[in-house]
């Protein structure tokens, strides 16, 4: 099996439909019930990889729509405006491609798409928060500290904006069970945490944290479970689960013995994957946050 690792667009639309499938209906029916008399909404995906966020919820939302797409990587902007191009031409919407945004059209939706390169911790800069109705973010938060989503939550309390925010890792384990997964699961989850630049990242953490700071800003919170459950015939995704597992723990600077170990680890688990022998189940939480 060849696997691209290095491409990161490859990546967003292997997983778009283990992200699809685990969104939860629960907290998508209070986001979309809030929003149920709108006409017309403004949204931002922070983190918006591929435009996954857009193509999920174009159907489901106002009749018009204006989004802002936010990546740090600009190439990724390119990658999803190409995308979204494509989804509109799969779909039998009309498209005009300007130099700032792209419109799409349906015969009941219209959505003007801007691309913007910037960072979320700089959001009130890039954009205009009295104008936004919720900001959007799919696997997001877990890669973000307990400072910046306190700075991020104030944010959005004090102008009244809403939060869908989709996939917030919690935990990884496998089937059938081995008590070998424990330690290795352990040291994913510390690389999720160690310091940075900006500080450590809130990881498998995230959701208590999350729920934590949004109240203490006063927004209300409906939260739920959603996970990915990757089947023994999903060799691809799990694959590609066990090799950002594997590149995680490395980085930690084991010693010669323990990487040996490891790897053997992971060939085990990438041999039970090949034989249609495993399952790897990722839990996460939605949450939809407003005032």
């Known amino acids: 099996m060849h696997i691209d690792y290095n491409d990161p667009v490859v990546w967003l639309e292997h997983r778009y439909a283990s992200d699809e499938a685990a969104r939860n209906p629960s907290v998508e029916k209070k986001f979309i019930d809030y929003f149920g008399e709108r006409d017309r909404m403004h949204i931002m995906d922070a983190g ?4 996954s966020n857009f193509r999920y919820f174009f159907a489901k939302l106002a009749d018009e729509q204006h989004w802002t797409l936010l990546e740090q990587d600009a190439s990724m902007l390119e990658s999803s405006r190409k995308k979204l191009v494509e989804f509109a031409q799969e779909h039998k919407c009309k ?6 945004k792209i419109i799409i059209r349906s015969d009941r939706k ?7 390169s910037g960072k979320l911790q700089d959001i009130k800069k890039l954009t205009d928060l009295e104008q ?8 997001l938060f877990d890669l973000v500290s307990h400072e910046q989503f306190d700075t991020f939550a104030a944010q959005i309390a004090c102008y009244q904006v809403c939060l869908m925010a989709t996939l917030n890792y ?7 069970f081995s008590e070998d997964d424990a330690p290795y699961i352990k040291h994913y989850h510390t690389h999720m945490t160690r310091p940075q630049d900006f500080g450590a990242a809130m990881g498998p953490n995230c959701t208590e944290e999350m729920l934590d700071l949004l ?4 927004m209300k919170c409906e939260q739920e479970g959603s996970q990915w459950h990757l089947k023994r015939y999903d060799t691809t995704m799990q694959h590609y689960i066990l090799h950002f597992m594997e590149q995680a723990i490395k980085d930690l600077n084991f010693s010669d013995k323990e990487v040996k170990k490891l790897e053997a680890w992971i060939h085990k688990k990438k041999q039970m994957s090949r034989d249609h022998q495993l399952e790897i189940i990722i839990d996460h939480s939605d949450i939809f946050a407003y005032p």
């Open 170 to 176: 919690y935990e990884t384990s496998f089937l059938p």
């Open 110 to 116: 219209l959505a003007h798409v801007q691309f913007l």
């Open 95 to 100: 498209v005009e491609e300007q130099a700032e």
């Open 215 to 218: 109240a203490a800003h006063e």
């Open 132 to 139: 936004l109705d919720v900001i959007m973010a799919n696997a």
């Open 48 to 51: 918006s990889g591929t435009g």
